[in-house]
């Protein structure tokens, strides 16, 4: 191989002045501008961005995350009347034989479960009062109770070697990855209750995970299985260049 | 940062609680047209924000440090025995006072000016902040009277900054176009001595 093969061939680099520079500089910063619009980045740059979304996850997760800070409680009578719903399927995702129904917990535990909604309202139930935070903007204040989902990991016996959970729902492909210690925040339930009642299909019924300190599209709904794993689980929006971690 | 969040605005394009009320906002349901959006679509604008949020961090304490460890601060901060000129050259200004006030390098209203833009810069972060993490930093939220009016702050926060933006460039060009070359290269050529 000749030497010109392994370095393309540059001509003598013409020195540029600093105006020539400017304004390339100029140039490019406008050109770049206009073809910004409605740009997600393209092929070029949206991994670039993507990787940025994963340093922030990191700062979100490592720096900024305090797993006992609890989220503020609210007075029952500040619930918002009318808190939208939302769901991957055509319709909405109904089970065809909820008496069936049970949530498989498996994974890096000792003892897989198969808990039925009967087990799960024997177990320790948590009751709060919280804002909601969707990654739109808005914001909803409702009521939720269920199950704590450590309190579900230690009935499981988790593993030491599990670093995450992966929710997932019959709601189309819909699923989460969560780390381990958003996961085992007290105020990280399995919730089958809504504003004092069964929780509706429309939030998810009959389970779904809810936590105040998550974006809303990392709650999931429609719940089947828990699984604890040692390696980054994915997630349906997550895939698709939301942020992972979405912590509020 | 500000057409990446023009298309996350776009996502709930008003301020309040799910079913209001709603703060008093212009461009309640606005969707802003399409050459004024970054990202596509919501995660897109998403992912520009918050990685150009870097930029502007960075560049924002790096302007602050030098600000300090140069003492330029001292021709720029706008003080209390500031209040006096400003209200002389704005006298001036609206021609009531036939001289020009003295002044050092920069008078007291570019000063006030140069400052007020500082804190703006402070503002639009520390309201983003507020609503990157309201739960890790509820106190912050609280501070701007929670999420739905931190995020109506962080919004007039970019109107404030476009309007200063072209209210500043059309004084530079109707009053001292070499300024513009100097604001970019850090050279000045112009008329005015006490610039340099």
């Known amino acids: ?248 | 940062m500000v057409t990446s969040g023009l298309q996350i605005y776009g996502a709930y394009a008003k301020f309040g609680e799910r079913g209001g009320p709603y703060y008093v906002n212009p461009f309640q349901d606005t969707e802003f047209p399409g050459w004024s959006r970054l990202g596509g679509w919501l995660a897109g604008a998403l992912n520009w924000h918050f990685a150009l949020m870097w930029g502007l961090v960075g560049v924002g304490l790096l302007y602050l440090c030098y600000m300090v460890a140069s003492g330029e601060w001292r021709s720029l901060l706008f003080r209390r025995r500031d209040v006096r000129g400003a209200i002389a050259m704005q006298q001036y200004y609206l021609r009531l006072r036939k001289d020009h006030p003295p002044q050092g390098k920069h008078n007291p209203l570019q000063k006030f000016a140069y400052t007020f833009i500082v804190l703006l810069g402070v503002l639009s972060v520390l309201t983003g902040f507020a609503i990157y993490k309201p739960v890790q930093f509820s106190w912050l939220t609280a501070l701007f009277g929670g999420f739905q009016a931190a995020r109506y702050w962080h919004f007039w926060a970019v109107w404030i900054f476009v309007g200063f933006t072209i209210v500043h460039v059309i004084l530079v060009f109707a009053v001292d176009p070499p300024s513009f070359r100097a604001m970019i290269t850090g050279w000045y050529r112009g008329r005015f001595p006490s610039h340099d």
């Open chain 1, 1 to 248: 191989m000749t030497r010109s093969e392994q370095t393309p061939e540059t001509p003598e680099t013409p020195r540029t002045s600093r105006r020539d520079f400017l304004r390339i500089a100029a140039g490019a910063g406008t050109a770049s501008l206009a073809a910004a619009c409605k740009w997600d980045g393209g092929n070029a740059v949206r991994p670039r961005l993507l990787d940025i979304s994963r340093v922030n996850d990191w700062v979100g997760e490592k720096l900024l995350y305090s797993p006992s800070r609890l989220a503020r409680e609210y007075a029952t009578t500040e619930r918002t009347a009318n808190v939208p719903s939302y769901f991957i399927s055509r319709t909405l995702p109904l089970l065809k034989d909820p008496a069936a129904w049970r949530l498989r917990v498996d994974g890096l535990v000792r003892q897989p479960l198969d808990l039925s909604l009967d087990d799960l309202m024997r177990m320790p139930r948590t009751t709060y009062t919280v804002k909601h935070h969707c990654v739109e903007g808005w914001t909803a204040i409702s009521t939720w109770h269920g199950v704590p989902v450590s309190a579900i990991a230690e009935r499981a016996e988790l593993l030491p070697a599990a670093r995450y959970a992966r929710f997932v729902s019959f709601d189309a492909d819909y699923s989460n990855g969560w780390d381990l210690a958003s996961a085992m925040h007290p105020q990280t339930i399995l919730a089958y209750g809504w504003n004092d009642n069964p929780l509706p299909p429309s939030h998810g019924a009959p389970l779904r995970l809810y936590a105040p300190i998550k974006l809303g599209y990392k709650m999931t709904k429609y719940l089947v299985s828990v699984t604890f794993t040692d390696k980054r689980p994915g997630g349906y929006w997550e895939d698709q260049g939301y942020p992972w971690f979405a912590g509020v």
